[in-house]
């Protein structure tokens, strides 16, 4: 779906470029790319700006010396799933379970293991001496303040709905604004196509997506994993249970039958249920299970996604968008 393009100036047609860079560009609300005017250079149709001096992202301000080269990621999955949508390749990322996911490795071939999602290791990223460092707002204080002294440090929002202004950060600094406009683009045109199939035969089915942790079944709120993708994106309607939800909870087997939802997605990582690794057999196992009309219906579909895919991103947004249409529309 991405397309990189290779474009080769003559000296004319570059400097025909700085005359005309000058022109007036929009600004995003929550995204705001600034270069130094004497040194502003068109780097591509886009108009992106090749030597920035600042970036805004969520209404904060962080200096930056031009398009990075050298990006460390630390404690943001979300980040590191726009990289990979972006095929951006940082020079320092996170492990899980001292290693990258397979789902990672076509940025993380030449990456610095630097730590793992909560426990980053500030001395490994020092000596990588990135450009810029992209963190999670999940950090505490003294570790946020830690990496700002080793370089700009931007912590990245887990909440889903600030899903585009974190892919719009990624790309503007990694000049990709392009890309990351086709990206968003694309999918909005799948996501009215699939709203139009998907309208009579959801309108009264109920769906829901569960995540196994620690052998129990988790639920979450409306906006928070892949739900901003089911009842806001989508506009299905969320269960009663869903709309309570004030964070990731638990959620009782029996409570859950009583939802007795149409369809059910599960995502189970392993490294998460290494006390109950045989809790997907015992849950099929179980009567009250298979009671629900999901179950009897064939309808319930586990790990449809990587389960290591935090929801809320642009990546699990266009690949859930892509499981949908294949399950329940049949395309």
């Known amino acids: ?63 930056v010396d031009g398009l990075i080269e050298s990006l460390v990621i630390t404690g943001s999955m979300e980040a590191m799933e726009d990289a990979l949508l972006l095929e951006v390749e940082p020079t320092g990322a996170i492990t899980v379970g001292g290693a990258f996911p397979d789902l990672y490795q076509s940025i993380t071939t030449h990456a610095e293991a630097i730590g793992e999602k909560q426990q980053p290791n500030v001395e490994t990223i020092l000596q990588l001496d990135p450009d810029l460092i992209l963190s999670t707002a999940k950090f505490p204080e003294d570790v946020a303040t830690d990496l700002d002294k080793v370089a700009t440090t931007i912590p990245v929002s ?36 699939v709203k139009a199939d998907i309208a009579d035969e959801l309108a009264e089915e109920v769906l829901v997506m569960v995540r196994i942790r620690n052998g129990n079944i988790m639920i979450y709120p409306e906006d928070v994993y892949f739900n901003d993708l089911l009842y806001d994106d989508l506009g299905l309607e969320a269960p009663e249970a869903i709309q309570a939800a004030e964070a990731q909870e638990v959620i009782s087997l029996e409570m859950f039958s009583d939802l007795n939802p149409d369809y059910v997605f599960v995502q189970m990582e392993k490294s998460q249920n290494q006390d109950q690794p045989d809790v997907i057999e015992e849950l099929e196992n179980n009567p009250i299970w298979q009671s629900i009309e999901a179950v009897k219906n064939d309808q319930v579909y586990l790990n449809s996604v990587d389960p290591l895919l935090e929801g809320g991103t642009a990546y699990s947004r266009i690949t859930f968008l892509d499981v949908i249409n294949e399950k329940i529309v049949g395309n």
Not at 7 to 23: E, T
Not at 39 to 54: G, I, P
């Open 158 to 193: 887990h909440i889903a709905s600030n899903w585009q202004e974190n892919l719009k950060l990624l790309a503007a600094v990694t000049g990709k604004t392009s890309e990351a406009e086709s990206i968003l683009e694309d999918y909005a045109q799948d996501l009215e196509s």
């Open 1 to 63: 779906m991405i397309k990189k393009r290779l474009i080769k100036y003559s000296l004319w047609a570059f400097v025909f470029a700085l005359l005309v860079a000058c022109g007036d560009q929009d600004q995003e609300e929550d995204l705001e790319v600034t270069a130094d005017p004497e040194q502003e250079v068109v780097a591509d149709d886009d108009q992106v700006e090749e030597t920035l001096t600042e970036v805004t992202y969520l209404g904060e301000t962080y200096p």
